[in-house]
Protein backbone atom coordinates (compact mmCIF):
# COMPACT_ATOMS: atom_id res chain seq x y z
CA UNK A 1 0.00 0.00 0.00
CA UNK A 2 1.17 3.46 -0.75
CA UNK A 3 0.25 6.05 1.87
CA UNK A 4 1.12 8.40 4.51
CA UNK A 5 2.43 5.80 6.83
CA UNK A 6 1.78 8.34 10.55
CA UNK A 7 -1.47 9.04 8.70
CA UNK A 8 -3.04 6.06 7.13
CA UNK A 9 -5.45 3.44 9.28
CA UNK A 10 -3.02 0.19 8.71
CA UNK A 11 -5.24 -1.93 10.88
CA UNK A 12 -3.04 -4.16 13.29
CA UNK A 13 -0.54 -6.58 12.96
CA UNK A 14 1.16 -9.44 14.70
CA UNK A 15 4.77 -8.40 13.23
CA UNK A 16 6.24 -4.81 12.02
CA UNK A 17 9.54 -5.51 10.43
CA UNK A 18 11.08 -2.38 9.08
CA UNK A 19 13.92 0.38 8.15
CA UNK A 20 12.10 3.79 8.72
CA UNK A 21 12.72 7.09 6.55
CA UNK A 22 15.61 8.90 8.03
CA UNK A 23 14.74 12.68 7.00
CA UNK A 24 14.39 15.40 9.48
CA UNK A 25 10.60 16.72 10.11
CA UNK A 26 9.98 20.29 11.21
CA UNK A 27 7.52 20.92 8.65
CA UNK A 28 5.01 18.58 10.18
CA UNK A 29 4.60 19.54 13.45
CA UNK A 30 1.13 19.93 13.06
CA UNK A 31 0.74 16.51 11.78
CA UNK A 32 2.27 15.07 14.78
CA UNK A 33 0.03 16.62 17.24
CA UNK A 34 -0.95 13.82 19.98
CA UNK A 35 2.27 11.95 19.48
CA UNK A 36 3.74 11.06 22.37
CA UNK A 37 7.51 10.83 21.08
CA UNK A 38 6.98 14.40 19.03
CA UNK A 39 9.70 16.75 19.78
CA UNK A 40 9.70 18.75 16.88
CA UNK A 41 13.10 18.93 15.87
CA UNK A 42 13.32 14.79 15.77
CA UNK A 43 14.71 12.71 12.80
CA UNK A 44 10.98 11.30 11.05
CA UNK A 45 12.08 7.78 12.27
CA UNK A 46 11.05 8.52 15.68
CA UNK A 47 7.98 7.91 14.83
CA UNK A 48 7.83 4.86 13.70
CA UNK A 49 8.49 3.59 16.77
CA UNK A 50 5.99 4.80 18.61
CA UNK A 51 2.99 3.67 14.83
CA UNK A 52 4.89 -0.01 15.59
CA UNK A 53 3.12 0.19 18.82
CA UNK A 54 -0.10 1.54 17.72
CA UNK A 55 -0.54 -0.91 15.25
CA UNK A 56 0.95 -4.05 16.68
CA UNK A 57 -1.48 -6.55 18.42
CA UNK A 58 -1.37 -7.46 21.85
CA UNK A 59 1.20 -10.19 21.82
CA UNK A 60 3.11 -8.23 18.75
CA UNK A 61 6.53 -8.22 17.96
CA UNK A 62 8.46 -5.04 15.99
CA UNK A 63 11.91 -4.94 14.57
CA UNK A 64 13.47 -1.76 13.45
CA UNK A 65 16.79 -0.92 12.01
CA UNK A 66 17.67 2.70 11.95
CA UNK A 67 20.06 5.82 13.03
CA UNK A 68 21.66 4.94 16.41
CA UNK A 69 21.35 8.52 17.66
CA UNK A 70 17.94 8.55 19.39
CA UNK A 71 19.98 6.58 22.04
CA UNK A 72 21.75 9.50 23.21
CA UNK A 73 20.34 12.69 21.36
CA UNK A 74 18.11 15.23 23.01
CA UNK A 75 15.35 14.77 20.50
CA UNK A 76 15.29 11.15 21.77
CA UNK A 77 14.49 11.66 25.40
CA UNK A 78 10.94 11.71 24.79
CA UNK A 79 11.07 8.24 22.72
CA UNK A 80 13.40 7.05 25.19
CA UNK A 81 10.52 7.98 27.94
CA UNK A 82 8.07 6.03 25.60
CA UNK A 83 9.65 3.27 25.52
CA UNK A 84 10.64 3.40 28.74
CA UNK A 85 7.00 3.38 29.87
CA UNK A 86 5.65 0.65 27.70
CA UNK A 87 8.61 -1.49 28.97
CA UNK A 88 9.12 -2.66 25.34
CA UNK A 89 12.40 -3.42 24.87
CA UNK A 90 14.14 -6.46 24.55
CA UNK A 91 17.60 -5.58 23.01
CA UNK A 92 19.45 -3.03 21.27
CA UNK A 93 22.53 -3.41 18.97
CA UNK A 94 24.17 -0.68 17.79
CA UNK A 95 25.86 -1.92 14.29
CA UNK A 96 27.73 1.10 14.57
CA UNK A 97 30.14 -0.36 16.50
CA UNK A 98 30.60 -3.57 14.72
CA UNK A 99 32.65 -4.31 11.31
CA UNK A 100 28.93 -4.38 8.98
CA UNK A 101 27.87 -1.80 6.56
CA UNK A 102 31.34 -0.36 6.24
CA UNK A 103 30.49 1.81 3.01
CA UNK A 104 27.51 3.08 3.94
CA UNK A 105 27.57 6.75 5.61
CA UNK A 106 25.39 5.82 8.53
CA UNK A 107 25.24 4.43 12.01
CA UNK A 108 22.34 2.65 12.44
CA UNK A 109 20.97 0.49 15.59
CA UNK A 110 18.87 -3.06 15.58
CA UNK A 111 16.08 -2.35 18.09
CA UNK A 112 13.42 -5.45 18.77
CA UNK A 113 10.17 -5.45 21.10
CA UNK A 114 9.49 -8.93 22.87
CA UNK A 115 5.90 -9.86 23.28
CA UNK A 116 4.08 -9.04 26.13
CA UNK A 117 4.55 -11.48 28.01
CA UNK A 118 8.04 -11.52 28.33
CA UNK A 119 8.22 -7.67 28.57
CA UNK A 120 10.68 -5.91 31.28
CA UNK A 121 8.88 -5.94 34.72
CA UNK A 122 9.62 -3.01 37.17
CA UNK A 123 7.46 0.20 36.38
CA UNK A 124 8.83 2.90 34.20
CA UNK A 125 12.49 2.43 34.82
CA UNK A 126 13.65 -1.25 33.28
CA UNK A 127 16.77 -2.89 32.90
CA UNK A 128 16.79 -4.80 29.11
CA UNK A 129 19.49 -6.91 27.79
CA UNK A 130 21.47 -6.04 24.13
CA UNK A 131 23.33 -7.94 22.20
CA UNK A 132 26.33 -10.24 24.58
CA UNK A 133 24.64 -9.72 27.87
CA UNK A 134 25.54 -5.90 27.83
CA UNK A 135 23.05 -4.03 30.47
CA UNK A 136 21.41 -0.73 29.28
CA UNK A 137 19.39 1.10 32.02
CA UNK A 138 16.25 2.66 30.63
CA UNK A 139 14.34 5.97 31.07
CA UNK A 140 14.70 9.44 29.27
CA UNK A 141 17.84 10.07 30.10
CA UNK A 142 20.91 8.76 27.15
CA UNK A 143 21.31 4.88 26.60
CA UNK A 144 24.94 4.47 26.19
CA UNK A 145 25.71 0.68 25.47
CA UNK A 146 28.83 -0.17 27.18
CA UNK A 147 30.50 -3.57 28.03
CA UNK A 148 30.46 -3.67 32.48
CA UNK A 149 34.43 -2.88 32.40
CA UNK A 150 33.91 0.56 30.54
CA UNK A 151 31.02 1.32 32.05
CA UNK A 152 32.07 0.55 35.81
CA UNK A 153 34.78 3.10 34.89
CA UNK A 154 32.65 5.75 33.55
CA UNK A 155 30.71 5.47 36.51
CA UNK A 156 33.17 5.68 39.07
CA UNK A 157 34.89 8.47 37.62
CA UNK A 158 31.83 10.49 36.79
CA UNK A 159 31.07 9.44 40.80
CA UNK A 160 34.52 10.73 41.99
CA UNK A 161 35.25 14.16 39.66
CA UNK A 162 32.90 16.96 38.63
CA UNK A 163 32.45 17.49 34.80
CA UNK A 164 33.96 19.91 32.18
CA UNK A 165 30.49 21.67 32.44
CA UNK A 166 31.06 21.92 35.58
CA UNK A 167 34.62 23.68 36.11
CA UNK A 168 34.33 26.05 32.79
CA UNK A 169 33.25 29.60 34.18
CA UNK A 170 31.82 29.96 30.58
CA UNK A 171 30.11 28.66 27.88
CA UNK A 172 32.37 27.13 24.93
CA UNK A 173 31.11 28.32 21.36
CA UNK A 174 31.84 27.41 17.71
CA UNK A 175 34.04 29.38 15.60
CA UNK A 176 32.94 31.97 12.79
CA UNK A 177 30.01 31.07 10.14
CA UNK A 178 30.49 33.63 6.96
CA UNK A 179 27.82 32.61 4.87
CA UNK A 180 30.50 32.99 1.95
CA UNK A 181 33.84 32.43 2.18
CA UNK A 182 34.40 32.81 -1.35
CA UNK A 183 34.07 36.75 -0.15
CA UNK A 184 35.37 36.59 3.36
CA UNK A 185 38.36 34.05 3.38
CA UNK A 186 41.45 35.79 1.46
CA UNK A 187 44.90 34.76 1.17
CA UNK A 188 47.89 36.46 2.57
CA UNK A 189 48.56 38.88 -0.91
CA UNK A 190 44.49 40.15 -0.73
CA UNK A 191 45.27 40.76 3.02
CA UNK A 192 48.66 42.78 2.54
CA UNK A 193 46.13 44.49 -0.24
CA UNK A 194 43.42 45.43 2.17
CA UNK A 195 45.53 46.35 4.95
CA UNK A 196 42.75 47.00 7.81
CA UNK A 197 42.29 45.68 11.41
CA UNK A 198 39.46 43.15 10.73
CA UNK A 199 41.37 41.21 8.57
CA UNK A 200 42.32 38.12 10.70
CA UNK A 201 44.14 34.97 10.99
CA UNK A 202 41.78 32.42 10.08
CA UNK A 203 41.74 28.59 11.45
CA UNK A 204 40.14 25.68 9.82
CA UNK A 205 39.35 22.24 11.81
CA UNK A 206 41.40 20.68 9.06
CA UNK A 207 44.57 23.13 9.84
CA UNK A 208 44.47 21.93 13.48
CA UNK A 209 46.86 19.69 15.48
CA UNK A 210 47.27 18.49 18.68
CA UNK A 211 49.01 21.30 21.36
CA UNK A 212 49.41 23.65 18.90
CA UNK A 213 48.33 25.11 15.46
CA UNK A 214 50.21 26.00 12.35
CA UNK A 215 50.69 29.32 11.30
CA UNK A 216 47.51 30.43 9.27
CA UNK A 217 47.84 30.87 5.97
CA UNK A 218 44.02 32.68 5.30
CA UNK A 219 42.53 35.33 6.66
CA UNK A 220 39.10 36.29 7.46
CA UNK A 221 37.26 39.38 7.35
CA UNK A 222 35.71 40.00 10.63
CA UNK A 223 33.05 41.93 9.34
CA UNK A 224 30.63 41.61 12.17
CA UNK A 225 26.96 43.57 12.79
CA UNK A 226 27.22 47.05 13.10
CA UNK A 227 30.36 47.60 11.23
CA UNK A 228 30.14 51.10 9.18
CA UNK A 229 31.61 50.08 5.79
CA UNK A 230 32.70 53.90 5.89
CA UNK A 231 35.44 53.30 8.26
CA UNK A 232 37.01 50.51 6.28
CA UNK A 233 37.15 51.75 2.82
CA UNK A 234 39.46 49.17 1.34
CA UNK A 235 37.20 45.76 2.68
CA UNK A 236 34.23 47.50 1.73
CA UNK A 237 35.61 47.65 -1.90
CA UNK A 238 36.45 43.87 -1.42
CA UNK A 239 33.64 42.21 -0.72
CA UNK A 240 31.57 45.34 -3.11
CA UNK A 241 32.53 42.07 -5.99
CA UNK A 242 30.61 39.25 -4.51
CA UNK A 243 27.39 41.46 -3.70
CA UNK A 244 25.41 39.34 -4.96
CA UNK A 245 26.37 36.63 -3.72
CA UNK A 246 26.25 38.30 -0.10
CA UNK A 247 22.92 39.75 0.03
CA UNK A 248 20.65 37.86 2.46
CA UNK A 249 17.46 35.86 1.43
CA UNK A 250 13.91 37.86 2.03
CA UNK A 251 12.61 36.08 4.73
CA UNK A 252 8.87 36.49 2.88
CA UNK A 253 10.62 35.50 -0.53
CA UNK A 254 8.02 34.37 -2.94
CA UNK A 255 10.31 34.89 -6.13
CA UNK A 256 9.47 31.28 -7.07
CA UNK A 257 13.24 31.00 -7.87
CA UNK A 258 14.55 27.41 -6.92
CA UNK A 259 17.82 29.03 -5.32
CA UNK A 260 18.25 32.05 -4.12
CA UNK A 261 21.67 33.69 -5.24
CA UNK A 262 22.64 35.12 -1.87
CA UNK A 263 22.65 34.17 1.55
CA UNK A 264 20.06 32.34 3.94
CA UNK A 265 17.67 34.73 5.34
CA UNK A 266 18.50 36.33 8.52
CA UNK A 267 18.85 40.39 10.27
CA UNK A 268 21.91 41.32 9.22
CA UNK A 269 23.31 43.26 5.84
CA UNK A 270 24.56 42.34 2.88
CA UNK A 271 28.41 43.09 3.83
CA UNK A 272 28.46 41.86 7.29
CA UNK A 273 29.01 38.12 8.42
CA UNK A 274 26.07 35.80 8.34
CA UNK A 275 26.33 35.31 11.85
CA UNK A 276 27.10 37.69 14.46
CA UNK A 277 30.61 36.84 16.02
CA UNK A 278 30.78 35.67 19.42
CA UNK A 279 33.29 37.16 22.34
CA UNK A 280 35.31 33.79 21.91
CA UNK A 281 35.57 33.91 18.48
CA UNK A 282 36.80 37.51 18.21
CA UNK A 283 38.69 37.44 21.58
CA UNK A 284 42.23 38.75 21.38
CA UNK A 285 43.21 36.26 24.13
CA UNK A 286 44.53 33.03 23.86
CA UNK A 287 42.09 29.83 24.11
CA UNK A 288 41.95 26.44 23.76
CA UNK A 289 40.12 25.24 20.45
CA UNK A 290 39.02 21.44 19.19
CA UNK A 291 37.99 20.06 16.27
CA UNK A 292 34.29 19.49 15.47
CA UNK A 293 34.85 15.79 14.11
CA UNK A 294 38.19 14.00 15.81
CA UNK A 295 39.32 10.88 14.63
CA UNK A 296 41.79 11.29 17.61
CA UNK A 297 42.64 13.87 20.40
CA UNK A 298 43.32 17.34 18.56
CA UNK A 299 43.21 20.32 21.16
CA UNK A 300 45.30 23.33 20.79
CA UNK A 301 46.35 26.37 22.13
CA UNK A 302 45.96 29.24 19.92
CA UNK A 303 47.01 32.68 20.49
CA UNK A 304 45.30 35.92 20.68
CA UNK A 305 43.61 37.28 17.81
CA UNK A 306 43.00 34.25 15.88
CA UNK A 307 39.78 33.14 14.25
CA UNK A 308 38.34 30.23 14.43
CA UNK A 309 35.80 29.16 11.79
CA UNK A 310 32.47 26.79 12.17
CA UNK A 311 34.17 23.32 11.82
CA UNK A 312 36.42 24.72 15.72
CA UNK A 313 34.80 24.69 19.14
CA UNK A 314 35.92 27.41 21.48
CA UNK A 315 36.99 26.95 24.84
CA UNK A 316 36.77 29.97 27.24
CA UNK A 317 40.02 28.84 28.83
CA UNK A 318 43.61 29.01 28.16
CA UNK A 319 44.25 26.34 31.25
CA UNK A 320 47.17 24.18 30.46
CA UNK A 321 46.26 21.23 32.92
CA UNK A 322 42.62 21.02 30.49
CA UNK A 323 44.99 21.14 27.42
CA UNK A 324 46.84 18.17 28.71
CA UNK A 325 43.79 16.25 29.67
CA UNK A 326 41.82 17.05 26.18
CA UNK A 327 45.05 15.27 24.62
CA UNK A 328 45.27 12.34 26.60
CA UNK A 329 44.69 8.71 26.04
CA UNK A 330 41.87 8.65 28.66
CA UNK A 331 40.38 11.56 26.80
CA UNK A 332 40.78 9.35 23.41
CA UNK A 333 38.85 6.35 24.94
CA UNK A 334 36.27 8.60 26.64
CA UNK A 335 35.29 10.08 23.31
CA UNK A 336 34.83 6.68 21.99
CA UNK A 337 32.65 5.62 24.49
CA UNK A 338 30.43 8.64 24.71
CA UNK A 339 30.98 10.66 21.67
CA UNK A 340 28.73 10.23 18.55
CA UNK A 341 30.56 8.15 15.93
CA UNK A 342 31.50 9.83 12.72
CA UNK A 343 33.33 8.20 9.40
CA UNK A 344 35.97 5.88 9.65
CA UNK A 345 36.14 5.74 13.38
CA UNK A 346 35.83 9.71 14.09
CA UNK A 347 33.75 11.05 16.72
CA UNK A 348 31.68 14.12 17.08
CA UNK A 349 32.54 15.99 20.15
CA UNK A 350 29.48 17.93 20.71
CA UNK A 351 28.78 20.54 23.29
CA UNK A 352 26.05 18.04 25.63
CA UNK A 353 28.51 15.39 25.63
CA UNK A 354 32.08 17.19 25.62
CA UNK A 355 30.33 18.96 29.25
CA UNK A 356 29.84 15.71 30.67
CA UNK A 357 33.51 15.00 30.34
CA UNK A 358 34.84 13.67 33.80
CA UNK A 359 37.32 16.06 34.42
CA UNK A 360 40.21 15.02 37.14
CA UNK A 361 40.96 17.61 40.05
CA UNK A 362 44.74 17.60 40.14
CA UNK A 363 46.41 18.74 43.45
CA UNK A 364 49.23 21.85 43.09
CA UNK A 365 51.58 19.71 43.11
CA UNK A 366 50.50 18.14 40.11
CA UNK A 367 48.69 20.74 38.27
CA UNK A 368 52.08 22.38 38.70
CA UNK A 369 54.05 19.61 37.04
CA UNK A 370 51.73 18.51 34.41
CA UNK A 371 51.84 22.60 33.32
CA UNK A 372 55.56 22.71 33.16
CA UNK A 373 55.42 19.81 31.09
CA UNK A 374 52.96 21.28 28.50
CA UNK A 375 54.73 24.49 28.59
CA UNK A 376 57.51 22.40 27.41
CA UNK A 377 55.81 20.79 24.87
CA UNK A 378 54.46 23.72 23.63
CA UNK A 379 57.60 25.05 22.51
CA UNK A 380 58.86 21.30 21.07
CA UNK A 381 57.43 18.34 19.47
CA UNK A 382 58.97 15.38 21.51
CA UNK A 383 57.46 12.39 21.57
CA UNK A 384 59.04 11.75 25.03
CA UNK A 385 57.18 14.65 26.30
CA UNK A 386 53.37 13.47 25.20
CA UNK A 387 54.05 9.54 26.89
CA UNK A 388 55.12 12.02 30.18
CA UNK A 389 52.47 14.35 29.69
CA UNK A 390 49.56 11.62 29.12
CA UNK A 391 50.87 9.10 32.24
CA UNK A 392 50.46 12.42 34.50
CA UNK A 393 47.41 12.68 33.51
CA UNK A 394 46.17 9.04 34.56
CA UNK A 395 47.70 9.37 37.94
CA UNK A 396 45.60 12.60 38.80
CA UNK A 397 42.30 10.49 37.49
CA UNK A 398 43.29 7.49 39.86
CA UNK A 399 43.02 4.88 37.32
CA UNK A 400 44.63 1.65 38.35
CA UNK A 401 46.58 -0.86 36.32
CA UNK A 402 43.50 -2.67 35.07
CA UNK A 403 41.34 0.15 34.40
CA UNK A 404 44.19 1.58 32.26
CA UNK A 405 44.59 -1.33 29.74
CA UNK A 406 40.64 -0.52 28.53
CA UNK A 407 42.27 2.96 26.89
CA UNK A 408 44.53 0.85 25.03
Given at each position: ????????????????????????????????????????????????????????????????????????????????????????????????????????DAFPCITWLPPSGHRAKGGDVATALAAGGVEIT??????????????????????????????????????????????????????????????????????????????????????????????????????????????????????????????????????????????????????????????????????GGVVPDTTVWILPSSDRYLLAVLNSSFYAWYAQ????????????????????????????????????????????????????????????????????????
Amino acid sequence: VVADALTHDWGQFDIVVGNPPYVRQEQLEAKLAGWQTATGVADLYVYFFELAHRILRPGGRYCVITPNKWLTVEYGRALRGFLSQQRSVEGVVDVARLPVFADADAFPCITWLPPSGHRAKGGDVATALAAGGVEITLGGDPWNIDDPAARALIERLEARWPTLGDVLSGKPARGVVTGCNRAFVVDAAIRARLDDALVRPFLKGRDMRRWTCAEPTRFVLLVDRGTDLDQHVSVGAHLAQFRDELEPEPVDHRRGLTRWPGRKPGNYRWWELQDPVGTLAASDQPRLVYQDIQTGPACALIPGGVVPDTTVWILPSSDRYLLAVLNSSFYAWYAQQRFPPALNGSVRPKLAYMRQLPLATPSPAARAAIERLVEDRLSRDEPELDRAIDLAVLDVYELTAGERTLLR
